[in-house]
């Protein structure tokens, strides 16, 4: 089992920033796909954004343009950096590998954005 530990949720209001860590055992940014995932009230779970090691990308269209995803293997942290957000980015945010690795979910960080 890896453990992957989700922090820097919180309250902000609509049009503000916010930015998400989490800790990544150093190894899955050799061998793994990064991604970051939320859970809105009522919703499935989410992919909102991937990172290869080689530093690419990839974003759900919702967040394009608003998101950022970035890691720093030296410090085995992912980040998500999110501007302008709006309420309906309202979720549990989660990291996690891509594709998953199930037994890794963490409790996740909540990002509450109000209006």
């Known amino acids: 089992q890896v453990?992957?530990?989700?922090?820097g949720g919180g309250l902000v209001q609509a049009g503000g920033s916010m930015r998400l860590s989490c800790a990544v055992p150093g190894i899955l940014f050799n061998i793994a796909v990064l991604g970051?995932?939320?859970?809105?009230?009522?919703?499935?779970?989410e992919l909102v954004a991937t990172?290869?090691?080689?530093?690419?990308?990839?974003?759900?269209?919702?967040?394009?343009?608003?998101?950022?995803?970035?890691?720093?293997?030296?410090?085995?942290?992912?980040?998500?950096?999110?501007?302008?957000l709006k309420p309906e980015d309202t979720a549990v945010y989660y990291c996690n590998t891509n594709p998953a690795i199930e037994k890794s979910w963490g409790q996740g960080t909540q990002v509450t954005v109000s209006s």
């Open 51 to 84: 990172y290869s090691k080689s530093g690419t990308t990839t974003y759900v269209d919702a967040v394009k343009g608003r998101f950022t995803i970035s890691g720093d293997n030296r410090q085995n942290t992912l980040y998500l950096e999110m501007d302008n």
């Open 3 to 7: 453990q992957l530990v989700e922090s």
């Open 36 to 45: 970051w995932y939320r859970q809105a009230p009522g919703k499935p779970r």
